[in-house]
């Protein structure tokens, strides 16, 4: 196995029988699995052993699954390329030598190495979504509450879901349906809108005939050339299939990834205050002063991206900023919500490329965390609207994989992965 692609490996077999019996599935190290550690990709959790497992560790386990390992990911999941891992970075293997994008890298990097047939990321602002594009997967980001959240390790509890990733569609909508459904102990969540007999993977039917696709030319602004290029390919394929396509307008999404940043950041700040030594993490070593203590802690288990988000979280939530930064962070995001409404009134999905840019080459962009923030412009309006997304492979620019993205309205999941299973 590849060491760069799991933090922990190690075989956790699920029951004898059922839908997932036989296959394997990778896991992000930031979704709690009883009795094996779970670090978040940082050095506060190196040693960190949960005592019981997530939901949807459980409902794996009870479809038969056997989880391969503990995949790498960005620390806390704050990064868009799996470098700012405390173990190192991941290779993509479908353009080695470039990031696997990130947080959820070491899951796409699973699926696209062959060392595990399905994965599970977690995608707060495009974790999932980005990976896949970048490593040539599937990848589904399902509407906020359609699948329990305990058990994650929260970063953004207002955007945050837990995804699957796939070799095809049908792969990952497979997953989907093991892993989604109501929760009594994640009361965000509810039960999945299935007519009696439904599943997602019986959606994978490629047929697109009729099918009404808007594209939000907001998303195609300022993209990479050879994106576009393949971007528009994979929309005359879906038409050659039967489905048509018609311009739309998002005007809010110019904002959305100020909003998003100043409403992650601050989820942040208030989620990873419990890591200080004392309740969890690595200790600071008491010497008489507490304040102390914690400030070390955090100073030596954190990263540097982490730090600058909980800076910048805790400055947005302080007094005389809050009602600045935070309330007009929200305010941006009903907004976000109402154009997305609107497009989706006149469209079955919206369709973009996933990245606006192809896989960036390992080390280039560490240095440009604002480059990185950008990236995410096309991915982080679907989490602030609570929107389902799906990226499939699209094709290639300069032999580097490139994605399509397909929003849907509110648990529309079974629309997108109709449309969607055309493509891949």
């Known amino acids: 196995m590849s060491e760069d692609i799991f933090i922990t490996e190690e075989r956790i077999e699920g029951a004898d029988d059922g839908p ?8 992000k190290d930031n979704i ?63 353009a080695p030598g470039h990031v696997p994008g990130g947080s959820s890298g070491g899951s796409a990097a699973a699926v696209a190495a062959g060392e595990a047939d399905l994965a599970l990321g977690s995608d707060t602002g495009g974790s999932v979504r980005c990976p896949a594009a970048f490593c040539g997967v599937v990848g589904i980001k399902p509407t906020y509450g359609l699948v329990s959240r305990y058990g994650l390790v929260a970063y953004g509890n207002s955007l945050e879901q837990i995804g699957p990733f796939g070799e095809t569609v049908a792969d990952a909508a497979e997953l989907l349906d093991v892993i989604a459904g109501s929760d009594e102990r994640d009361a965000t969540t509810r039960e999945a809108p299935l007519e009696a007999g439904e599943t997602y993977v019986d959606a994978a039917t490629g047929d697109v005939d009729g099918l009404s696709i808007g594209v939000p030319t907001e998303l195609l602004e300022g993209a990479d050339e050879g994106v576009v290029e393949t971007f528009w390919d994979a ?56 304040n102390e203590t914690f400030a070390k802690a955090r100073e030596e288990g954190f990263g540097d991206e982490v730090k600058r988000r909980i800076l910048l979280g805790t400055y947005a939530l302080s007094a005389g900023y809050h009602d600045k930064y935070y309330k007009k962070a929200q305010d941006a995001r009903a907004w976000v919500k109402q154009d997305f409404d609107e497009a989706l009134d006149g469209a079955d999905v919206l369709a973009s490329p996933t990245m606006p840019v192809p896989p960036f080459e390992l080390g280039e962009s560490l240095d440009d965390p604002l480059q990185l923030y950008l990236a995410d412009a096309n991915t982080v309006p679907v989490n602030l609207a609570d929107l389902p997304a799906i990226s499939v492979p699209a094709g290639e620019t300069d032999g580097l994989p490139v994605g399509l993205q397909l929003i849907g309205p509110a648990f529309g999941e079974r629309r997108l992965i109709r449309a969607a299973s055309a493509l891949a």
């Open 20 to 27: 997932l019996a036989g296959r394997t599935v990778a896991v």
């Open 235 to 290: 929309i005359a394929d879906l038409e050659d299939r039967g489905a048509e396509y018609h311009e739309v307008s998002l005007p809010s999404v110019e904002h959305a990834v100020e909003a998003y940043y100043v409403i992650a950041m601050s989820e942040a700040s208030s989620n990873l205050a419990r890591f200080d030594g004392v309740r969890y993490g690595q200790s600071g070593g008491y010497d008489g002063n507490w």
């Open 32 to 94: 709690s699995t009883e009795g094996v550690r779970t670090t978040c990709g940082s050095k506060m959790l190196a040693e960190y052993v949960p005592p019981y497992d997530a939901t949807v560790v459980e409902r794996l386990k009870d479809a038969g699954a056997t989880i391969v390992g503990k995949a790498n990911m960005d620390e806390f999941g704050m990064g868009t390329t799996t470098e700012t891992s405390h173990f190192g970075a991941t290779d993509n293997p479908a």
